[in-house]
């Protein structure tokens, strides 16, 4: 199935409903790891349950998840010396794949907008192959 032929209400094109798709992975990192505690011992680890979870979904080619818990305040201490996930610490690129169409989008945060910004970083059409007569 193409992603121009799942259920939506309006015709889109195969690199507009690619793009749409790239959009729903990147705000689902987003709005449902933000909050999850974690520290430099264990970002590695939430970036790689991350990773796999996110490309478990359709037309996904690869996924790349960086943690930098450094940029958060500083932590609590002793037992409570760790931090929750936060925007600022994010750097998520997502690869997309749909026949010949190829979508990369970033979720990354850009301190001169103080916004996590979600980006398209590429959209790439495969030339056909072409057949000897």
């Given amino acids: 199935m193409t992603a121009s032929g799942l259920t939506h209400t309006a ?3 195969r ?3 690619l793009l749409f798709e790239a959009g729903i992975k990147l705000g689902g990192v987003f709005h449902q790891y ?3 505690p974690v520290s430099p011992r264990t970002a590695p680890s939430l970036a790689g349950a991350i990773e796999a ?3 478990l ?3 996904v080619r690869s ?3 960086r943690i930098d818990p450094r940029r958060a305040g500083p932590p609590g201490r002793g037992r409570f010396a760790y931090h929750y996930l936060t925007a600022e610490m ?3 690129t997502v690869e997309l794949v749909d026949g010949p169409l ?3 989008a970033r979720l990354k945060y850009r301190p001169e907008l103080r916004y996590p910004l979600m980006s398209v970083a590429r959209v790439e059409r495969r030339p056909r192959a072409h057949r000897a007569p």
Avoid: I, K
């Fill in 102 to 104: 190829t979508v990369e």
């Fill in 15 to 17: 690199r507009e409903a």
């Fill in 57 to 59: 979904q359709p037309f």
């Fill in 90 to 92: 994010l750097d998520v």
């Fill in 34 to 36: 933000l909050g999850t």
């Fill in 53 to 55: 979870a996110v490309g």
């Fill in 11 to 13: 015709v889109l094109t």
């Fill in 63 to 65: 996924v790349r998840v």
